[in-house]
């Protein structure tokens, strides 16, 4: 699946697993970028047999034949099928395969080669814990529901449009956690105070804030020209929610150069919690 | 960060990162999938400065002092902080540079040795496209709403409980996707067609089916003894829906026995979405 807006002249980069291919594409983007290099990615995920194994080895040909070397990012473990793909000339870079020969030396024991589980079984203890967070997360956002705040295992609040929905929902994908989230909004400014059901939960919050200026042009995205995204209403809903959770005790931390990968690890780090597991 | 679950005995493996550490975890849980061996994993995330480098070195020498040679699985990139890091006596996996250097020679240009992306950028146009899709998603999750589903890349049906909630919210997270998700319910059997808002975009649609079996235990954790979860009927909602859905010519994969991830990575490879980037 080649991605639309690469340009053809580009050096091909494959990216190959016998799984979902996310690991390889994350580990692949992070290697990429160190490059000032243009690439084009074509990702070819779910190589579990010798058939797609040789599709695959065609496909990396035939791009050497029309250019550059072709770069090869690969997950497979199962010799049979790394040995076919080996087989293309091209740049082979096998990510998993490379740590588990060095560690095999050192643990004194051969590395099963079995095709790698970057993810967990559906049937894990793990993995029902992550789908009930999600279905919690859901249930939970944007103040929907009290119901059930006391398993909760984190609540965020902050204004609207601060990036709390995106990031409960990556806790809860990523590290199986239940989190609530809460509007801050100027009714709660002007009484000074929590929204009520929140106060028996204090030990649970966590905020999150925001430059004005970033967060006025997020709400114009969609409400273009309303008072709710004029930077004036931004600064001054900003101001407050940084005043009350000051005020509470709350600890906060800023979304404004963020992702909500960068964010969701940050608080699981401040927060101390293991992931569940 | 120590897994409370994980026994002290085992042999630590540590994930170091500048960033999330969320590549690097992904990594490291392939490789250690290849050895039946207990491992106990400490997480030290946002490495960005000497001060840090060292905390996490002195971390890993105080666990070598206590037992087996610790193992190091590291994203580092900036030569004085791995420096600092490597001087610990431990098997050190570097999963960045082992890479970026074979391509550096192939390359013919050195890497940037600078702090590793695995993520995007909060000012990028695909991370805002993900995190609008975050939200489209959650206001079309379970059928909620008929407004906008001209914008959906992907409307997902299925019975209730069968994936369709976590599916749709990987989709727009990972993928940046629009995913409504619609169930299909004992009325749409009874009459025999699909839902009437989907029916202009029967194109957009994807099916997601299960094992009665399976969705009866699931739905026995939310429902106990309903007949809602009864087996006989998973087992009549599934034969309709798997029918419904074979008369409408839509394409449909099952949950059974796949993670949302490998749900999502089929999903996407067979709707030949390329990423939005």
Not at 12 to 32: K, P, Q, W
Not at 112 to 135: C, F, L
Not at 263 to 273: G, L, P, R, T
Request: glycine share 6%.
């Amino acid at each position: 699946m080649n991605d639309p807006t690469d340009h053809k002249d580009n050096r091909a980069v494959f990216i190959l697993s016998d799984g979902t291919g996310i690991t390889a594409e994350a580990l692949a983007r992070a290697v990429l970028s160190q490059f000032d290099v243009p690439f084009r990615k074509v990702r070819i995920p779910f190589i579990d047999d010798a058939e797609k194994a040789e599709a695959a080895r065609l496909l990396i040909e035939t791009e050497g034949a029309r250019g550059k070397r072709p770069i090869v990012f690969s997950t497979l473990v199962k010799p049979d099928l790394s040995a076919v793909v080996r087989r293309a000339n091209a740049v082979h870079l096998e990510l998993i395969q490379t740590f588990a020969d060095l560690l095999s030396a050192e643990l004194g024991v051969v590395s099963a080669q079995a095709i790698g589980r970057s993810h967990e079984r559906p049937e894990s203890g793990t993995y029902r814990n992550r789908i009930d967070a999600i279905h919690f997360s859901i249930e939970h956002d944007d103040g929907q529901s009290h119901r059930d705040l006391g398993s909760a295992d984190l609540i965020l609040v902050g204004v609207s449009r601060c990036g709390k929905t995106p990031t409960s929902m990556y806790l809860a994908l990523q590290y199986g956690l239940n989190v609530a989230n809460y509007p801050l909004i100027p009714e709660d400014f002007q009484r000074g105070t929590l929204p009520s059901a929140l106060k028996p939960y204090k030990h649970k919050l966590f905020g999150l804030s925001i430059a004005p200026e970033r967060l006025s042009q997020i709400r114009n995205e969609r409400m273009r020209d309303s008072r709710y995204a004029s930077i004036d209403n931004c600064r001054w809903e900003v101001a407050q929610a940084e005043k009350l959770m000051q005020r509470e005790g709350i600890h906060w931390l800023s979304s404004t150069t963020r992702s909500i990968e960068e964010i969701s690890a940050a608080i699981v780090q401040e927060c101390d919690f293991g992931r569940k597991e």
